[in-house]
């Protein structure tokens, strides 16, 4: 690192001393660099359950828990205890380190246990029956000391076999996909399909106990010589469970081209086992779960409601999945005919949309189905097998992501088959082609007018869904009996919310991460701050009832919010360019995280939680050339031509990631450290430049200082905290952009800098500029910066950075005495309201506490006086009855929330 120059080390001591003296008109919130650990910030942490019932019928669960700097090093070994003081198993790793090196973040793997939880340094307690893992043979055999689980380490066969004692329950898991090469739009032509198979590459071992082990296991989809449809899975098992956990991944990369009907349609995607039946047909059962635990709880060869009784006794035992006593001892007039009761093989459920399935069974393959039941939302779940053990399984948001669908197949044989369809092969093919035949925007200037009135950024061959990818849950239960129907219930249950334990907001708070002083609890103590809590609670109800009104469900759009509203049709703008689907515009995800990191609330993590799997992988490019850039906001996820970095930003996925030590969100996370080369790849001022011939040059990028590279920061950051592969060189880009940043004449406002791949630095230009974005602080910096101020010891970027909070919301004539010139045309004041309030607690600045609340009151963005209540709508105006706040947009909501949020913890001791 070059050495500081004299005048900036001045320019630090003055800020310095004016924080020391306004630190007592800041209610002595002077935040510097965050102090190391002092005592009592080792005392133990409380874990709780986001929702009641403890781990109820899961395998087990995995908690993310934050330490103060230097509270404990890499070496510490920690002790989990229940209310009763009983030691509970614990399997702990860390995922994340302090830049002094100790503990910032662990994981800790829990099996077993209900009620709140106690985590302490000390020595582990072991579990009974541990995890263990084999690598020898042809098979990686997993155990959790209940079940035993043969992982293939090639061909299609990803799970050979799942037994329970000596008993096999499930054997030949494997994947299964449909592709229909043409698609027809109108009512002529015969569909054809191709089924293809998984074939896996690559087996790994992440985990192998005691606790928990993970299995990953990657492939493509084969028939014959074609691969394609890549897929990452991996396998979860916890010591003592009777079930393992499947996380399973695709990404998209078949061909689809607007206005042509053949291409790579998928038809059914799934997942499938083969479980053998050995219970007479009487005694073999099939469950399948219907809205909320209710099920559809059958035999395959029924013997209820026949003319003739078998008796009382032999009935209730049939339903509730019990052995039945031998046939001599029922009626005879019953065991004489038991050859002529049907024996139903084949059942089918399938959520076609969010708001209906069908259950439909039949005898066997060539025969007439009939219709079992029906009704809005299944579960997801189901049972196949008898007195002699069966298998379990289920899909997590079954019905907000359809069309998902459940087979079960030659119940009546030896071998029934069970398949889990991602995508139901009921359901229209997966039409992924672009949705508008370009209307003739050829040219840049087309595409700019198209701009003008639809705000979508077309550009032909860009609206492409090749590269895009999906995560689907899954569990599997191998039991020794039919279940009892309170044991299916917490099964079903498990599936339809997985367990997840908690650590509290104040732990998250005292260990100073994602942005050290930026939120707290929620305050009510004074009627002010009340309104504005009542104000976040009334955004964010208004979007969870959204989400189910307007029904944004679905495969892929499950998890985002749209943009903005139409009043008025009354409706949101689902169909009008860029106004459509949000793709993390101006930062929803950022406000609903930092909304539950304050309160805990367990809705609030499941909104969070949705929004994160869908826009860290359907928003952002994985495979192809576009790999590591995402998508801005428009009718279909991928329809926008403008790919950018700031769309697939690691910012938005590391609170799920440390919060749950999710390893998929990992992989995200860690592709992203090399993002700054696709700035290679694609000129994002392409159409707006006033050189036609520009060229990128490795050594002289162009690369913005807000949206640009608070991207590319929070990547390289996560990666050196992580100590993933490349932290070395994380660690280094973040040093070095930093410092460069700060050496531009005009530090942030300077706006844009020449970018070298090589050595990491921007180039220091030689004449100040002026730069200013409203949309440069808006995709994280201010929450990035915070964090790494806290943890680099830079006085000059701090300094750079604080100015540009000083002057973003200052007049023009401030703005201009400063730098030269004035911002020009700027939006957003009440967002940027909390870089005001940031920088006049770290500098002590009064004045800009006060521009801080006025800018958060009196600019744009939402008003005291806006309504803060709904309307409702129904009848002709809408599609269905509900209500519409028509005031609110995402953008502002978004904006507001991380403003109020932030506002009330570093200023809330100072409000007008």
């Known amino acids: 690192m070059s050495p500081i120059p004299r005048r900036s080390l001045l320019k630090a001591a003055a ?5 020391a003296q306004f630190s007592w008109a800041l209610g002595g919130k002077d935040a510097q660099a965050a102090p190391r650990a002092e005592a009592g910030d080792t005392d133990p942490v409380t874990l709780d359950w986001l929702e009641d019932g403890g781990l ?3 395998p087990g669960t995995t908690v993310g828990v934050p330490w103060p700097k230097g509270a ?28 002094d090196g100790s503990l910032k973040w662990t994981a800790h793997a829990v099996g077993s246990g209900d009620g709140k939880l106690t985590l302490t340094a000390g020595t582990p307690a072991a579990p009974d029956k541990k995890v263990t893992v084999d690598r020898n043979g042809g098979t990686i055999d997993v155990s959790t000391g209940v079940i035993t689980a043969k992982i293939g380490k090639s061909g299609s066969t990803l799970i050979k076999s799942v037994t329970r004692g000596s008993t096999e329950i499930a054997r030949n898991g494997r994947l299964v996909l449909l592709r229909q090469p043409e698609i027809e739009d109108g009512d002529q032509g015969t569909v054809k399909y191709e089924r293809f198979d998984g074939a896996v590459t690559e087996v790994t071992v992440e985990q192998d106990g ?21 897929f990452s899975i991996r396998l979860y098992f916890y010591a003592g469970a009777d079930s393992f956990r499947m996380v399973h991944t695709v990404t998209f990369d078949g061909t689809q081209e607007p206005g042509k009907a053949s291409g790579d349609f998928i038809r059914g995607l799934g997942v499938r086992f083969t479980v053998p039946m050995r219970d007479q047909a009487y005694d073999r059962h099939i469950r399948i779960g219907g809205e909320g635990t209710g099920m559809l709880r059958e035999a395959v060869k029924g013997i209820t409601g026949l003319r003739r009784d078998p008796g009382l006794a032999v009935q209730q035992a049939q339903y509730e999945g019990r052995k039945l006593p031998d046939p001599a001892t029922w009626d005879q007039r019953v065991t004489t005919r038991l050859q002529y009761i049907p024996e139903w093989g084949d059942y089918t459920l399938s959520q076609l949309s969010a708001d209906g399935f069908t259950v439909r069974k039949r005898t066997k393959q060539g025969h ?12 997801g779940f189901g049972y ?19 069309p998902a669908q459940l087979d079960i197949r030659g119940a009546q044989t030896d071998e029934a088959e069970v398949t889990l369809w991602l995508w139901s092969p009921e359901a229209q093919p997966m039409d992924l082609r672009f949705y508008h035949d370009g209307m003739g925007q050829d040219t840049y200037a087309e595409q700019l007018e198209g701009l003008n009135i639809t705000y979508e950024d077309y550009e032909p061959g860009f609206g492409t869904p090749y590269g895009i990818a999906r995560t689907s849950e899954l569990l599997f239960w191998a039991n020794d ?48 701050k009340a309104k504005i809590e009542d104000h976040l609670d009334f955004l964010f109800t208004y979007y969870k009832d959204q989400v189910e009104q307007r029904r944004w469900y679905g495969f892929w759009d499950y998890g985002d919010i749209m943009h903005t509203y139409d009043t008025v049709r009354h409706q949101w703008r689902y169909d009008v360019g860029g106004y459509a689907w949000d793709n993390s515009e101006l930062s929803p995800d950022l406000w609903l995280w930092y909304a539950y990191l304050r309160s805990g609330r367990a809705d609030i993590f499941r909104f969070a939680e949705a929004m994160t799997r869908h826009t860290g992988e359907v928003d952002v490019y994985h495979l192809g050339k576009w790999a590591g850039l995402g998508t801005r906001h428009g009718v279909q996820h991928y329809a926008d031509s403008a790919k950018q970095q700031r769309i697939a930003n690691t910012t938005y996925r590391r609170f799920y990631y440390f919060l749950t030590a999710d390893e998929r969100v990992g992989d995200l996370m860690h592709a992203n450290v090399d993002s700054d080369e696709t700035f290679l790849v694609l000129d994002p001022q392409r159409k707006v430049r006033p050189d036609p011939d520009y060229q990128p040059d490795p050594h002289a990028l162009s690369i913005g200082f807000g949206t640009d590279w608070s991207g590319l920061v929070s990547a390289w950051l996560t990666e050196w905290e992580r100590k993933g592969p490349k932290w070395e060189k994380a660690r280094a880009r973040v040093l070095s952009t930093m410092e460069t ?14 970018y070298d791949l090589d050595t990491g630095r921007f180039a220091v230009a030689q004449q100040p500029a002026v730069g200013v974005s409203h949309l440069s602080a808006v995709f994280g910096l201010n929450e990035l910066c915070a964090e790494l101020i806290d943890l680099v010891d830079m006085p000059e970027f701090n300094e750079a950075y604080f100015d540009y909070c000083r002057y973003f919301n200052a007049t023009k004539a401030e703005q201009a005495a400063r730098y030269g010139t004035n911002f020009g045309s700027l939006i957003l004041f009440q967002g940027h309201s909390r870089l005001d309030a940031y920088a006049a607690v770290k500098t002590g600045d009064a004045k800009l506490a006060k521009r801080a609340w006025d800018k958060f009151y009196n600019s744009d963005g939402y008003k005291e006086s806006a309504p803060w209540r709904t309307e409702k709508i129904s009848g002709p105006m809408a599609l269905v009855e509900g209500s519409e706040a028509s005031w609110v947009s995402t953008n502002d909501t978004a904006l507001y929330g991380l403003a109020a949020i932030e506002n009330l913890a570093l200023l809330g001791d100072k409000m007008p």
Do not use: C, M
């Open 15 to 19: 800020v310095a001393g004016a924080a």
């Open 56 to 58: 109820g019928a899961a």
């Open 72 to 99: 404990y090093q890499e070496n510490q070994t920690f002790a989990l205890t229940d209310a009763g003081g009983k030691a509970v198993p614990v399997q702990s790793w860390p995922i994340a380190y302090w830049p």
């Open 210 to 230: 005691p606790v928990r082990a993970v299995v990953r296991i990657d492939g493509r989809h084969r028939k014959g010589d074609r691969t394609w449809l890549p």
């Open 368 to 379: 007439g189905w009939i219709t079992a039941g029906g009704g809005r939302r299944a579960s």
């Open 384 to 402: 196949v097998g008898g007195a002699s053990g069966g298998f379990s399984f289920g899909l997590r948001d079954f019905w907000e992501k359809f």
């Open 481 to 528: 009996a039919t279940p009892a129907p309170e044991t299916l219930a917490r099964q079903i249950e498990a599936v339809r919310t997985l367990p997840q334990l908690a650590a509290p907001p104040r732990q998250l708070i005292k260990a100073g991460v994602f942005g050290p002083g930026l939120y707290s609890e929620p305050d009510r103590s004074t009627p002010a």
């Open 741 to 754: 940043i700060a050496a531009q004449p005009n530090g942030f406002v300077q706006g844009s800098g020449l």
